[in-house]
């Protein structure tokens, strides 16, 4: 598999060297300082890169895709790796008290949209933060798992994403197995009802629906359930198939085998998926995800990609934010002419692998490095290979071609 530098940098900064007027006032929009350090010359590079949704989004600020971009160019290879959303991690207190939360929340509670948090959000110990609006506590705590500092970070919301897409004209994604997933959320719809027969016995229960692991447990709830008929059955539908009692919130996705051009909307539909039968979570997700930076690859390498990008700086400096500075975008983007001549590797960190399924104490499904919360040692020596050039066997990934790469 060729390597995916441009990934990193991509449609954010490729307009920075073409057309200076415009990339300035575009990365003035996006660029936010990490804490200055003293300049070294680098030739490896760690960049934490994470998509959220953004807007008016649910849970607007949730870091669902995380991955790591390696890259060593001195011996012209790279590594990309993903990291699933349910990773439970532990933030440093002020009170040293014991805090964790899944790792796509961090970024979430840097900014100070936990709202409902706030109180813990007061007792992070913020030594470990750069600028409110960057995201240097989170790369603090990806860089206690992993044990190796985090550089640089790219961040796009999901409008940013589906521009992208259509400003690249769309893109060819390999899909490897047909799916259909009933669930996919519809924007907006969220909270509705569908039908107001079924409001009564909604609020009952409505205060238990996301915890389904503990509210069994509740003696509350079962006494709801002795007393109104019917409402037990009605909890069982609305946690395990709510598509089927709340049928207008969910739209069915289904995607075919093989190469699919899509845009942004539906590359968009493509990587959030989560619940189809033949493809569905987080895991699964996260491959599909690497499946579409390498479409993008292959997209921003292709003959006249750059003209397209002028009409929309302006509207995706709104949508990404990193702290590259220009020094280092350039020295990325002057590599770009040797961009096939870089090894790739991809991995999915996952329970065959590093992890297993756990519980938090209120209920939470989570996942826990096998040797237990908190011990990250399979971790930093896993991503310590990495970084040395000593590869572990991949998972395998499917290249824009079909064809698997190893």
């Not at 057309?19 to 030739?43: D, Q, R």
């Not at 813990?120 to 989170?138: M, P, V």
Request: with cysteine; net charge neutral; aromatic share 10%.
């Amino acid at each position: 598999m060729k390597n995916i530098i441009l990934i990193v940098l991509g449609i954010i900064v490729a307009a920075v060297v073409f057309f200076a007027v415009k990339g300035l006032l575009f990365y003035k929009k996006i660029y936010t300082p990490a804490i200055i350090k003293k300049p070294v010359e680098k030739s490896t590079y760690n960049i934490l890169l994470f998509g959220y949704g953004g807007g008016n989004h649910e849970g607007a600020f949730l870091t669902d895709t995380i991955m790591i971009f390696h890259a060593d160019l001195k011996a012209k290879k790279a590594a990309l790796v993903s990291i699933p959303r349910d990773l439970w991690v532990k933030l440093p207190t002020k009170s040293g008290s014991e805090f964790h939360i899944k790792i796509n929340a961090v970024y979430q509670m840097e900014l100070g949209k936990m709202g409902e948090v706030s109180t813990i959000y007061s007792n992070l110990n913020q030594s470990h933060f750069g600028s409110i609006k960057d995201a240097e506590f989170t790369k603090y705590i990806v860089s206690q798992i992993f044990g190796e500092d985090i550089d640089n970070y790219v961040a796009i919301d999901f409008s940013g994403l589906t521009k992208a897409i259509d400003l690249l004209g769309g893109v060819d994604v390999n899909v490897l197995k047909s799916f259909t997933d009933t669930r996919y959320p519809i924007d907006g719809k969220e909270k509705d009802l569908c039908n107001s027969d079924i409001e009564a016995q909604f609020n009952l229960i409505k205060d238990y629906i996301n915890i389904p692991a503990t509210a069994t447990d509740d003696a509350t709830l079962q006494q709801l359930f002795k007393d109104h008929s019917g409402l037990e059955e009605f909890y069982n539908n609305i946690t395990k198939e709510p598509e089927k009692t709340f049928p207008c919130r969910y739209e069915t996705l289904h995607f075919d085998k093989g190469i699919n051009h899509m845009d942004g909307t539906t590359v968009l539909k493509y990587v959030r998926s989560r619940y189809a039968l033949e493809d569905g979570g987080d895991f699964g997700r996260s491959a599909r995800q690497q499946q579409l930076m390498i479409a993008v690859k292959d997209k921003i390498l292709s003959v006249g990609f750059v003209p397209k990008i002028i009409p929309l700086l302006d509207e995706l400096g709104g949508d990404v934010k990193t702290d590259f500075n220009l020094t280092t975008m350039k020295k990325f983007i002057d590599l770009a002419g040797t961009v096939k001549d870089y090894q790739l590797v991809t991995y999915i960190i996952s329970d065959q692998n590093l992890l297993k399924d756990s519980r938090s104490r209120d209920g939470q499904f989570i996942l826990i490095p096998k040797e237990g919360i908190d011990q990250w040692t399979g971790f930093k020596f896993f991503y310590k290979n990495i970084a040395q050039g000593i590869l572990p066997t991949p998972i395998p990934t499917a290249s824009s071609s079909g064809q698997l790469n190893k």
